[in-house]
């Protein structure tokens, strides 16, 4: 919630960098932190979610939140500790195979 820090990334990145940001969530957050800190980083245009920590987690319906309320894809989720083993593109099936409590085995 450092706005200060936010802006002076901005400043740094600039708008036509090139650079395409991802907003990286632990999906162990609550909802009203994931859309405070959605909102906190609004300035630097991310384009897709970043959900981490889902081996620690049994629930993943604020998946599927954060996505319906900001209309932003899922470009990658994290699995586990090791990286880069551990990362991994989200696609719908994956999705929706942790909405339905059945996690993949990797």
Do not use: W
């Not at 909802?31 to 970043?50: D, G, H, V, Y």
């Not at 209309?71 to 699995?79: E, G, H, N, R």
Request: charged fraction near 25%.
């Amino acid at each position: 919630y450092d706005v200060q820090r936010i802006k002076e990334l901005k400043e740094m990145i600039g708008d036509d960098s090139g650079i395409s940001s991802h907003l990286l969530l632990s999906v162990g957050t609550t909802q009203s932190e994931m859309i405070k800190t959605a909102a906190s980083f609004t300035p630097l245009k991310f384009r897709t979610f970043i959900f981490t920590k889902l081996d620690e987690s049994e629930k993943f319906g604020s998946i599927v939140n954060q996505v319906m309320k900001l209309k932003m894809p899922v470009s990658y989720i994290t699995t586990g500790q090791n990286v880069p083993e551990d990362i991994e593109p989200a696609d719908k099936k994956t999705i929706i195979n942790l909405l339905l409590n059945e996690k993949q085995n990797n």
